[in-house]
Nanobody, 122 residues
Framework: QVQLVESGGGLVQAGGSLRLSCAAS????????MGWFRQAPGKEREFVAG????????NYADSVKGRFTISRSNAKNTVFLQMNSLKPEDTAVYYC???????????????WGQGTQVTVSS
């Protein structure tokens, strides 16, 4: 089993940057693809970025391409989301998740963190 804990959220001004971290426990962390999702009030959970178990393949939502970067350190059991050029529409609760295979569907992911709030002011 994998336990995930997100951190690094907060309040930033538009155009600013934020780096989210997701610390994982579990000996088989490196066997999982990892993803970041976000959910704004009144909206459905949305795929943001994903990374394969080996870290050699990444995928991004069109809305964040060129601004966000996902990475992972299997040695540290941690996945990161570097967010640059933040916009007010990026405001949401951000969740990290682990899946047996990479994909954009939330249903593919077996384990979820508790979420961290990201707020971008105008």
């Amino acid at each position: 089993q994998v336990q995930l804990v997100e951190s690094g959220g907060g309040l930033v001004q538009a155009g600013g940057s934020l780096r989210l971290s997701c610390a994982a426990s579990g000996r088989t962390f490196s066997s999982y693809a990892m993803g970041w999702f976000r959910q704004a009030p009144g909206k459905e959970r949305e795929f943001v970025a994903g990374i394969s178990w080996s870290g050699d393949s990444t995928n991004y939502a069109d809305s964040v391409k060129g601004r966000f970067t996902i990475s992972r350190s299997n040695a540290k059991n941690t996945v990161f989301l570097q967010m640059n050029s933040l916009k007010p529409e990026d405001t949401a609760v951000y969740y990290c998740a682990a899946a047996r295979v990479a994909g954009k569907s939330p249903g593919l992911y077996d384990y979820w963190g508790q979420g961290t709030q990201v707020t971008v002011s105008s």
